[in-house]
């Protein structure tokens, strides 16, 4: 009886809509757009007295990410320039922060005056050590020649033959004396061990050289600055090596950088791990300053539905599954990545499944529902909803 009751007044609603929609049409009066979608909504509706829903299908796609990881600027490679002379004054220095230099370029000198003095102290004594080694080969001679005559004992051969030998030892001493000042005397002058931008400079002219623990220069290899970017390691696990990142600078500019180094573990107070962004060469680019990064990965094959279908309660997320008897039953899920208007399903239904689209807040398990079909998107297509 209700059934019928039902019928009956939508019946009668069609009918009254069609009336005032001709009445106004005789009166040459274009209907009111409200009056218009009430009687096309009115017309459209279904005399079973069933609501009409639109459903989805659970869907294979693949899904696109972008996500933002932030760090700081830093050298790629970066050499230090330092002195293992200690205890000389610096006479010159040739280059200053922000420079270019190239391989072998001088770059400071440390006053030699005292060690050229050591170095003519150096070469006079391996002048008189030649001298002695040659009188001593000669007296050498003298003697082998006498001995042969018989006129020269074999012991004092022999004491002429150890006096020979140890002029030739004192000589190569001074040799070795005099080749070890002239290496110092070289490394009086420091220069850069690669091309690249002086980064840094902690000398002045006067100084007193403190040893090689203290660099008095910090060269960028190649002019190369990286983003030390970090990243949780879930989202670790989604760049790889050689794959693009769009950088930003704090002053908005954006550079397209390629990840060069991917951290092999994570930090285990932070869970963050770390990944190297290699940007081109630009001098405006300096160390230490702040930039984030924009990644972007390909999920592919993922089984998902739209955003809109997801239902939250307290309970968790869940989508309400409309069966072959047109009857929804909700369903508990677990959700994975999401980009866009769509959401990876971990667990839940299967490909293919019928699920609500919209409006699952306002059905309860177990209603009988009128479904309209609506594709969200292609499948394997990580675009934006649109109905067919």
């Given at each position: 009886?209700?059934?019928q009751?039902?019928?009956l007044?939508s019946?009668a609603?069609i009918?009254g809509?069609?009336t005032?929609?001709l009445?106004?049409?005789?009166?040459?009066?274009?209907p009111?757009?409200?009056?218009?979608?009430?009687?096309?909504s009115?017309?459209?509706?279904?005399?079973?007295?069933?609501?009409?829903?639109?459903?989805?299908?659970?869907?294979?796609r693949?899904?696109?990410e972008?996500?933002?990881?932030t760090g700081?600027l830093?050298?790629?490679?970066?050499?230090?320039?330092?002195?293992?002379?200690?205890?000389?004054?610096?006479?010159?220095?040739?280059?200053?922060e922000?420079d270019?230099?190239?391989?072998?370029?001088?770059m400071?000198?440390?006053?030699?005056a005292?060690?050229?003095?050591?170095?003519?102290?150096?070469e006079?004594t391996?002048?008189?050590?030649k001298a002695?080694?040659?009188?001593?080969?000669s007296?050498?001679?003298?003697?082998?020649?006498?001995?042969?005559e018989?006129?020269?004992?074999?012991?004092?051969?022999e004491?002429?033959?150890?006096?020979?030998a140890?002029a030739?030892?004192?000589?190569a001493?001074?040799?070795?004396?005099?080749?070890?000042?002239?290496?110092?005397?070289?490394?009086?002058t420091?220069?850069?061990?690669?091309?690249?931008?002086?980064?840094?400079?902690a000398?002045r002219?006067?100084d007193?050289?403190?040893?090689?623990?203290?660099?008095?220069f910090?060269?960028?290899?190649?002019?190369l600055?990286?983003?030390?970017?970090?990243?949780?390691?879930?989202?670790?696990?989604l760049?790889k090596e050689g794959?693009?990142?769009?950088?930003t600078?704090?002053t908005g500019?954006t550079i397209?950088?390629?990840?060069?180094?991917?951290?092999?573990?994570?930090?285990?107070?932070?869970?963050?791990?770390?990944a190297?962004?290699?940007?081109p060469?630009d001098?405006?680019?300096?160390?230490g300053?702040?930039?984030?990064?924009?990644?972007g990965?390909?999920?592919s094959?993922r089984?998902?539905v739209?955003a809109?279908?997801?239902?939250?309660?307290?309970?968790?997320p869940?989508?309400?599954?409309?069966?072959?008897?047109?009857?929804v039953?909700?369903t508990?899920?677990?959700?994975?990545?999401?980009?866009?208007?769509?959401?990876q399903?971990i667990?839940?239904?299967?490909?293919g499944?019928?699920?609500?689209?919209?409006?699952?807040?306002?059905?309860?398990?177990?209603?009988?529902?009128n479904?309209?079909?609506?594709?969200a998107?292609?499948?394997s297509?990580?675009?934006?909803?649109?109905?067919?």
């Open positions: 009886m209700t059934k009751r039902t019928t007044t019946l609603a009918a809509a069609g005032l929609f009445g106004l049409h005789a009166c040459g009066q274009k009111a757009p409200a009056e218009e979608a009430a009687a096309t009115a017309a459209t509706a279904d005399v079973s007295g069933l609501q009409a829903m639109r459903v989805t299908r659970v869907q294979v693949d899904l696109a972008e996500f933002v990881a700081r830093v050298v790629r490679e970066e050499a230090a320039v330092g002195s293992e002379l200690p205890g000389y004054r610096v006479a010159a220095v040739y280059v200053d922000g270019w230099v190239k391989q072998g370029q001088a400071a000198k440390l006053d030699d005292l060690l050229q003095a050591q170095i003519a102290q150096a006079a391996l002048a008189t050590q002695s080694l040659d009188f001593k080969r007296q050498l001679a003298r003697a082998e020649a006498l001995q042969q018989g006129a020269f004992s074999k012991e004092l051969l004491q002429r033959r150890m006096e020979t140890g030739e030892a004192s000589l001493a001074s040799q070795a004396q005099v080749n070890e000042i002239k290496v110092r005397q070289a490394r009086m420091l220069r850069a061990p690669v091309g690249g931008m002086v980064l840094q400079r000398i002219p006067g007193i050289s403190g040893g090689a623990a203290t660099p008095y910090r060269i960028s290899r190649d002019g600055i990286e983003l030390d970017a970090e990243l949780p390691d879930a989202k670790l696990a760049i794959g693009p990142a769009m950088v600078l704090t500019e397209q950088g390629r990840i060069r180094f991917v951290s092999p573990r994570v930090d285990a107070n932070t869970s963050l791990g770390r190297r962004i290699q940007l060469f001098k405006s680019l300096r160390p300053s702040f930039a984030e990064a924009r990644f990965s390909l999920s094959g089984v998902t739209p809109s279908a997801i239902r939250y309660e307290s309970g968790g869940s989508l309400m599954l409309v069966g072959d008897d047109n009857k039953r909700q508990p899920v677990k959700l994975g990545e999401r980009s866009g208007d769509f959401v399903l667990e839940g239904p299967p490909a499944a019928r699920v609500l689209a919209v409006g699952s807040s306002f059905t309860l398990d177990g209603d009988v529902i479904p309209v079909e609506y594709d998107a292609p499948a297509t990580p675009a934006a909803a649109s109905p067919n």
